[in-house]
Structure formats: C-alpha cells, structure tokens
Nanobody
Framework: QGRLVQTGGGSVQAGGSLTLSCVATGITFRSYSAGWFRQAPGKQREFVAFASASDSMTRYGDSVKGRFAVSRDNVRNLVTLQMNSLEPEDTAVYFC????????????????WGQGTQVTVSS
C-alpha cells in the first residue's frame, strides 16, 4: 500500500530556512506529479508548490514565489521543499501529495497525502 512519509519542519525565526522532505513508498513515484500544500489554523488549504512527474515543470503559490523551491528525485522517490526567507505568515502544517494529473493546484485530484509537518516561524 502506497504512502508518503514527511520529515523536516520545526520552528525557526523569521528570515530563516527550513527543508521539508517527502518519501514515497509502494508507489510508482515517477508516474505522479507532486504538490505541497499548507493549512494554517482557521484557514483553508493553500497551494504552495508543484513539481511535474516528468518534464521538470514547477509552479509556486504567489505568497512563496522567489522564496521556496521544490525539487524531486525520481530515483530516490523523494520530493523536497526548500523554504528560505521564512515569514510568520508561513506558519502552518505542510503536506506533500501526489497526483496523476499533469498539474493541479486545487488539491482535489491528489491520491496520496503525507501525514503533515508543522512549520512555525516566529517574529
């Protein structure tokens, strides 16, 4: 049975950096595009970043453009989110997910979800 396991995250001061990783097991990883989403208390789920399955296309949410970078390794079944210049507004639980769609920023088509990782940015 396929699953995604997330590592990384934690607490950091504003301006700092964190890296989130997500490893897939039991899944044909290279057949899926990968997304990162986040959800802050009392807010709706927000699209953060996306890496397509095969052609290295990436997309970012407007609030993280220029600060976050997504990458994937189809040999290690790994997708990583490098977060730089973190702001208190980035505080949320972050989720990785896999979709068979070429691109989806809604989250609706994702088949697999990680367990979530807390990121807390203090001012």
């Amino acid at each position: 049975q396929g699953r995604l396991v997330q590592t990384g995250g934690g607490s950091v001061q504003a301006g700092g950096s964190l890296t989130l990783s997500c490893v897939a097991t039991g899944i044909t990883f290279r057949s899926y595009s990968a997304g990162w989403f986040r959800q802050a208390p009392g807010k709706q789920r927000e699209f953060v970043a996306f890496a397509s399955a095969s052609d290295s296309m990436t997309r970012y949410g407007d609030s993280v453009k220029g600060r976050f970078a997504v990458s994937r390794d189809n040999v290690r079944n790994l997708v990583t989110l490098q977060m730089n210049s973190l702001e208190p507004e980035d505080t949320a639980v972050y989720f990785c997910a896999l979709t068979p769609q070429y691109f989806d920023r809604t989250g609706d088509s994702y088949h697999y979800w990680g367990q979530g990782t807390q990121v807390t940015v203090s001012s």
